[in-house]
């Protein structure tokens, strides 16, 4: 009897494991639900939603930061339906025939509005968009510019790797291009009247290194920190109008999302923000930006990385690391309960194994260098 109950069970157990012990010959009739690394995504797959009711107003004002540089400051939240992903900052530069968009925010309808609203102030179009990382609240209105002025887009590779599956080396469509790209937050979330006629565009073109440019006749560097806040950051030096446009490596009047990135990148960033001579500054999210614009975010990443290293260096465990580390001194700062401990808790996993010594011998580094120019 026993037997019998053995073998049937042996049978059962064959049956439920059968798609898992085949899994690699299933057909995949919805490719869009599938993630980067071929997994399929948790959440549902929203339909494309192209109603006919009034666009989203997103009531767009643009506010002067410098003679030629405008800028659009978002709310200080995370992205929902009520603020239709307007939660970040973009700028425009006024060059000699086109403005120079950096960030170009959530959807295809906020870039069209900010694009009307800019066009009150300069009757130019918009030929050249400049992207500082991957984060969908920043680009999602590039294709506003690419469908409707043809813009060259420049960015990081990862954009175009991680959303369109092209190659990790070049940046460039390959045989693993996806037709279908994967939906991002803002493109699940949005309101319909939103979200609308948003598509993922390409980044047309890429560097590998900080680079000089001469865009439209404004002078720019824009200057690679690498992994900081995401896989790959960068920022747009105006030395002329001595602005730095720094987008998510700065953060003021609210406490950052490190999800993505590093406490060692971001304080490297810092140090690149801080090697440029500049009166203003504009960050991703906020809205100083005076001289005072990065200390906020210089303190949190300062306290962060030396408070958590007190812990591993007192065997906090990593359970208990969030109640050890509490970084009392942003408490009043917008979204500090929902996103500081978080960021505490994966700095831990980051510095664990941190080495002080070639943190020390890459700043002895850089002031031989210094020294030398």
Known sequence: MKIKIIILLAIVAFVISMPFIFNKSVTIANPSKLDADDNFILYEWVEPRTGTNKE???????????????????????????????????????GNDSWIAWDTGPSYIYAKQAHAAMRKIADLPVKTVIVSHEHDDHWLGNNYYKETQNATIYGPKSVNVNYLGFDEHTGKPNENTREIPPQTRMIRALYQNAIRGTKLAAVDESFDDTTELTLHGV???????????????WFLYLPEDKVVLVADVVMNGRVTSNRDGIVVGQLNALKAIKARDWNHLVPGHGFITDKSAADEAIQYFTLLKDRVLEGIE????????????????????????????????????????????????????????????
């Open 56 to 94: 989203w107003d997103y009531n767009l004002k643009p506010v002067q930061v410098s003679d030629r540089v405008w800028c659009f400051f978002g709310a200080m939240e995370m992205p929902t339906k009520e603020n239709a992903g307007d939660m970040s900052n973009s700028c425009y530069i006024q």
């Open 219 to 233: 002078k720019m560097e824009y200057v690679k920190v690498g992994y900081a806040h995401s896989e790959e950051d």
């Open 314 to 373: 007192d065997e906090i465990h990593p359970d208990m690391i969030t109640k050890h580390v509490t970084l009392e001194e942003f408490r009043n700062k917008e979204l500090y309960y929902l996103l500081s401990p978080g960021n505490v808790f994966r700095s831990y996993e980051e510095l664990e194994m941190y080495d002080d010594d070639e943190d020390e011998a890459a700043d002895e580094e850089e002031d031989e260098d210094e020294d030398d120019e």
